[in-house]
């Protein structure tokens, strides 16, 4: 209560670890089958993007509107999913070092540095991404992109699953097709904080397949094992 900023920090964790087992299972479905008829998030009252279009392609948000937990949206962003996924990833990088015979205590905080400080640039870049393309901040926040980016690790973890146990072509074969889903995940995801593909503005369209775009690219990158 004493210290600026801490409570709006721990209401914000507060509000992304608000999950259930059903929503997990929800969740973890739209990440590998992203196929849905709204993407749009819920507030108290109804859906957070349903007035009329700004100029540049954006819908503003209505005023004091709150958006539901995860618990109740499952369009909403959590950290449970990420941080389990990341951590599972973690240790499924040092099995995997093991069945090679290169197994160290260093592993385990090399890669877990090393996704930390990609995932810190990535986020950094869709926050200011979204910034000059015009999202209003009410739409979005820092522990939104940070969820968002952490989703990623659902399919590295399959892709690596697959590699221990059934060899290089299903781990090919689950790459493509994971890194494709979150691809697609991300642009129906974030083409609602503008409030739809036929509102969006050239740069904003640019912006949002660059995004999507790189995500395979980088799920290749940290799983290319050796």
Request: net charge positive; aromatic share 16%.
């Amino acid at each position: 209560r004493y210290i600026p900023g801490v409570m709006v920090f721990w209401n914000a964790m507060r509000h992304h670890f608000n999950v259930d087992n059903n929503y997990v299972k929800k969740k973890l479905g739209l990440i590998l089958f992203p196929k849905q008829n709204s993407w749009k998030r819920m507030t108290i009252g109804g859906p957070s993007h349903d007035n009329a279009p700004l100029q540049g392609g954006v819908t503003s948000p209505k005023k004091n509107a709150s958006n539901l937990p995860p618990v109740q949206d499952v369009n909403a962003p959590d950290l449970y999913i990420p941080i389990m996924a990341f951590t599972t990833y973690v240790v499924m990088i040092g099995l995997l070092k093991g069945t090679v015979g290169e197994f160290t205590p260093d592993v385990l905080s090399q890669v877990m540095m090393s996704s930390l400080f990609m995932e810190f640039l990535q986020v950094l870049a869709i926050r200011v991404g979204f910034s000059l393309t015009r999202v209003p901040p009410e739409n979005i926040s820092s522990m939104d992109i940070l969820s968002w980016s952490f989703y990623k690790y659902v399919g590295l973890c399959l892709t690596t699953l697959s590699y221990i146990f059934a060899g290089q072509l299903a781990y090919y074969i689950v790459l493509l097709y994971t890194s494709l889903a979150l691809a697609w995940f991300y642009m129906c995801t974030f083409k609602d904080l503008y409030g739809g593909a036929f509102r969006l503005a050239a740069d904003q369209k640019y912006f949002l397949f660059a995004v999507s775009a790189v995500q395979p690219v980088l799920m290749y990158w940290m799983s290319s094992y050796p």
